[in-house]
């Protein structure tokens, strides 16, 4: 089987669809890139391994990208959280743990991490 270099761990928010194409297609990772959509992305780390292993094992993705996003609904909302920056610092810290299972178990895949938040009617895409 052909080799892609790119998974793509979002959530399955409709607010994320459009951003999330548009930003692969300016990545360059068009038709190249499998993209696997759960509720609350890396909430669930178990679930996610179990998509991951898919992209990594039969198509051999050598990098994943996991994203969270903020006021994300599989969280709770911004309402879950005392602070923007809590819930900042809680989505990413639920990054940390998938990032560390991934890399335990492909250890020659690159992990990249990916905060997705709002930003005024748009969304922006920082790498943590």
């Given at each position: 089987m052909a080799s892609?270099?790119?998974?793509?761990?979002?959530?399955m928010d409709y607010r994320l669809q459009s951003p999330l194409r548009d930003w692969i297609v300016e990545k360059g990772?068009?038709?190249?890139t499998d993209r696997?959509?759960?509720a609350g992305s890396c909430k669930d780390p178990d679930l996610a391994i179990?998509?991951?292993?898919?992209?990594?094992?039969l198509h051999g993705v050598g990098e994943v990208i996991l994203t969270q996003h903020d006021d994300?609904?599989?969280y709770g909302g911004h309402a879950a959280f005392e602070s923007l920056e809590q819930e900042r610092a809680a989505l990413i810290a639920d990054?940390?743990?998938?990032?560390?299972r991934v890399l335990k178990r492909w250890p020659d895949v690159r992990v990249t991490r990916v905060y997705i938040?709002?930003?005024g009617d748009g969304w922006?895409?920082?790498?943590?």
């Open positions: 892609c270099n790119h998974l793509i761990l979002h959530c990772w068009v038709d190249n696997v959509s759960i179990e998509n991951i292993k898919v992209g990594c094992d994300c609904g599989a990054m940390d743990v998938l990032r560390d938040e709002q930003d922006k895409f920082v790498e943590i």
